[in-house]
């Protein structure tokens, strides 16, 4: 019912920047409530960051104000714009959708997912 497709990821030296972007098709994307997750080797899937579709945002602790979640609602898009990039960002970046507006920090809530995009940053 929705595809979300991530780009953006790429290699890049500590303190890059990158932006992450994930295109959503199917139903109407302003229905839903948007996330980014990300799983580094070996890990589970953590929180980075997400957006309901009011607006607010939330992100995990240790963006410290490095990361920066955002949607173009016109295109169907949502962004993760990444600046001061540390080793330990690396990983598999994936945005994911859900119709409920709680528990944005928890996995299981969202409904769709997209296939991922790999952030490598250099030390």
């Known amino acids: 019912q929705v595809q979300l497709v991530e780009s953006g990821g790429g290699l890049v030296q500590a303190g890059g920047s990158l932006r992450l972007s994930c295109v959503a098709s199917g139903r109407t994307f302003s229905n839903y409530h948007m996330g980014w997750f990300r799983q580094a080797s070996g890990k589970e899937r953590e929180f980075v960051a997400a957006?309901?579709?009011?607006?607010?945002?939330f992100y995990s602790d240790f963006v410290k104000g490095r990361f920066t979640i955002s949607t173009d609602n016109a295109k169907n898009t949502v962004y993760l714009q990444m600046n001061a990039l540390k080793p330990e960002d690396t990983a598999v970046y994936y945005c994911?959708?859900?119709?409920?507006?709680?528990?944005?920090?928890?996995?299981?809530?969202?409904?769709?997912w997209g296939q991922g995009t790999q952030v490598t940053v250099s030390s």
């Open positions: 994911a959708a859900t119709t409920r507006p709680f528990a944005f920090g928890l996995p299981t809530v969202y409904d769709y």
């Open positions: 957006l309901r579709g009011t607006g607010s945002t």
